[in-house]
């Protein structure tokens, strides 16, 4: 840092500042996004009608694997340490990360991670086939021999994710401006510390199973396989005590950004701010007592069925909490509905929904019929899809003019809000109808009684995907510089008079009113 920013590459290499390192991992997960995004696209074209048409079963599996794999640990998780990096020291006044050598650190060994895990798709084999959860022992004794270079890639992106999380927990425990205690830190924060929580919790239970799984396939032991007198169904324990909090790693910080978006859209301080930061927490504590409910057909005893079918609808009763608040705040508020606050309540919206088919399958007997369909893709996906996407692109439209002082194209903004919207729900709401009809998810090929509800999803996806386009020219318009965001541009985004009276500028009220 003593000797100032160094040209070019290399200062992007040995950078220490929290809103350069921010800004790679954002653009590092976009890139993954399109990425993902362009595997989707593989999937869906395949589905578009029956039979086979572009894509082998084998090529169709890798697509699947790589699809989830890279969504949820190139493009989501990336995103929120991005987005972490760049506001979460500017939010509680510090002048920067507490780690900032292991922050360059923790982003630079990412792209390393997924180059790796890329290149699988070129070697002898492919790439991974047994789908982002990787159960043994498919992954362990079918799988093809890039296997090993899977398990080594989720190791370095998991060792990122724990040093990224340390960073964050003592940032926030440490440099905190005086007077501003816990509970006086903008919501963003709470959430990310708690996230961080789960992430130093869990990663270490994902780099076990998958080291087991390395024992398994390369020394000759038998965690996972019945013949030597290991237990198959113990790696979906394993897994999904990981994978469960894993799920609610990618929405809380989501449940931050949208917490300060909305009330300066309606213009009204937060709606019970302290019931947020428990609810928060009690959303985190739960997290870590349901993962086997992804597991009610592995023949589990009644009463465990019992437990982790009524713990997991718990988990719905803070994250009404939530709701009721963002709702609350809204309600007689003097709202506009810039960009960001469409993505928003498109978020409170769709979310909720997403939580509506989650409750459905916590029902331990409906979910043996439910299980491995469509109805369970088309459920995550309305959780991850408006829940993480739709909060990191509010996040990022809502924070682009702080971040570049210029402010992005609003009507642009709109059209990609729009596109997005109808492209979302037109891809996977039809998909809840043909996995209640019995559709079974990753498959490439269907009875010819889904195929109008696949074509029309299939049309829903390349329409979301073009949006995705929009968004992008909208971003690198605005960074090499739009219209000067102004005073005035914060007051009054569009530049008109307020038709109705607005008790302050809303900007006014990014952090809880507390702190003012």
């Not at 982003?107 to 997924?114: G, Q, T």
């Not at 990224?164 to 830190?185: D, E, S």
């Not at 937060?270 to 992804?294: K, R």
């Not at 709401?429 to 696949?454: C, E, T, W």
Request: one cysteine or more; charged letters at 5%; proline letters at 7%.
């Amino acid at each position: 840092m003593a000797h100032g920013p160094k040209p070019g590459l290399t200062r992007w290499l040995y950078t220490t500042n929290h809103k350069d390192i921010g800004s790679l991992y954002l653009w590092f997960s976009f890139t993954m996004f399109l990425l993902g995004g362009c595997m989707a696209l593989v999937i869906r074209a395949e589905l578009f009608q029956p039979g086979l048409q572009i894509v082998q079963p084998a090529f169709f599996n890798q697509m699947t694997t790589m699809h989830g794999l890279i969504m949820v640990f190139g493009a989501v998780m990336p995103a929120f340490v991005g987005l972490a990096n760049w506001m979460v020291p500017m939010m509680i006044g510090a002048p920067d990360m507490a780690l900032p050598r292991m922050n360059n650190w923790s982003f630079w060994i990412l792209p390393f991670a997924f180059t790796m895990l890329a290149s699988t798709l070129f070697m002898e084999g492919g790439a991974p086939n047994f789908g982002w959860t990787f159960y043994a022992p498919l992954s362990t004794e079918y799988a093809p021999p890039s296997v090993t270079f899977f398990i080594f890639s989720i190791h370095i992106m998991g060792a990122s994710s724990i040093m990224g999380a340390i960073n964050i927990v003592a940032t926030i425990l440490n440099m905190r401006a005086p007077g501003m205690t816990l509970m006086k830190m903008p919501l963003f924060v709470w959430t990310w510390l708690i996230t961080a929580y789960l992430l130093i919790a869990v990663m270490p239970v994902l780099a076990g199973v998958v080291t087991m799984m390395l024992m398994d396939i390369h020394f000759g032991t038998s965690f996972f396989s019945a013949a030597g007198g290991g237990d198959p169904v113990l790696f979906q324990h394993v897994f999904w005590f990981f994978g469960h909090p894993e799920v609610y790693i990618m929405i809380l910080p989501a449940f931050g950004i949208v917490s300060a978006i909305i009330p300066t859209f309606a213009r009204k301080p937060l709606f019970g701010y302290s019931s947020m930061v428990y609810a928060t927490a009690s959303i985190a504590f739960l997290s870590f007592i349901v993962w086997a409910h992804h597991m009610f057909t592995v023949g589990m005893p009644i009463a465990g069925e019992l437990f982790f079918m009524y713990a997991t609808m718990l988990i719905a009763v803070p994250t009404g909490v939530k709701v009721f608040n963002w709702v609350t705040t809204m309600f007689r508020g003097s709202m506009t509905f810039e960009t960001p606050m469409l993505f928003s309540i498109a978020f409170v919206i769709l979310f909720t929904l997403g939580g509506f088919s989650g409750l459905m399958l916590a029902i331990a007997p409906a979910d043996f019929q439910y299980h491995d369909t469509y109805f369970v893709v088309a459920h995550f996906h309305y959780v991850l899809v408006p829940g993480a996407i739709f909060s990191i692109t509010a996040g990022v439209y809502y924070w682009l003019p702080k971040w570049t002082g210029h402010m992005y194209n609003e009507t642009m903004g709109k059209v990609h809000f729009w596109l997005a919207f109808i492209g979302l729900n037109v891809t996977f709401f039809p998909m809840h109808f043909v996995g209640l009809a019995g559709m079974p998810r990753r498959i490439p090929d269907y009875a010819l009684q889904f195929a109008d509800f696949n074509q029309i999803a299939s049309v829903g996806a390349f329409l979301f995907g073009a949006a995705q386009l929009i968004f992008l020219f909208n971003v690198i318009r605005t960074v090499r510089g739009g219209s000067k965001a102004t005073d005035e541009v914060w007051e009054n985004p569009q530049g008109l008079e307020w038709t109705v009276p607005s008790p302050a500028p809303y900007h006014t009220f990014s952090t809880p009113p507390a702190v003012q």
